[in-house]
């Protein structure tokens, strides 16, 4: 059973920083392309960022480039969206998604102004 889970999330003032976490069991985590996406209130699913299989290349949305690194780490099966200088429009819930295909249940983050 695959299951992707999220952690990390949290209420934050403008200007600062989390990091989330997504622990990923039931499949070959090395074989898979991870990615970080988000809702805010009202609004569709974005992509936020994503990790190569080999984690050797990332790619950001416009929004967030420079502000967030993601990363991961083979030997905990764990994917990483480290967020600095938030924004209150950061705020949304935020999921991690393994090809796309398997999805976790999301943690909600809050930047308050």
């Known amino acids: 059973q695959v299951q992707l889970v999220e952690s990390g999330g949290g209420l934050v003032q403008a200007g600062g920083s989390l990091r989330l976490a997504c622990v990923v069991s039931?499949?070959?985590?090395?074989?898979?392309?991870l990615a970080w996406f988000r809702q805010a209130p009202g609004k569709d699913r974005e992509f936020v960022a994503t990790?190569?299989?080999?984690?050797?290349?990332?790619s950001y949305a416009d929004s967030v480039k420079g502000r967030f690194t993601i990363s991961k780490d083979n030997a905990k099966n764990t994917v990483y969206l480290q967020m600095n200088s938030l924004k209150p429009e950061d705020t949304a819930v935020y999921y991690c998604a393994a090809n796309n295909y398997y999805w976790g249940q999301g943690t909600q983050v809050t930047v308050s102004s």
């Open positions: 039931g499949l070959t985590f090395r074989q898979y392309r």
């Open positions: 990790i190569s299989q080999g984690g050797s290349t990332t």
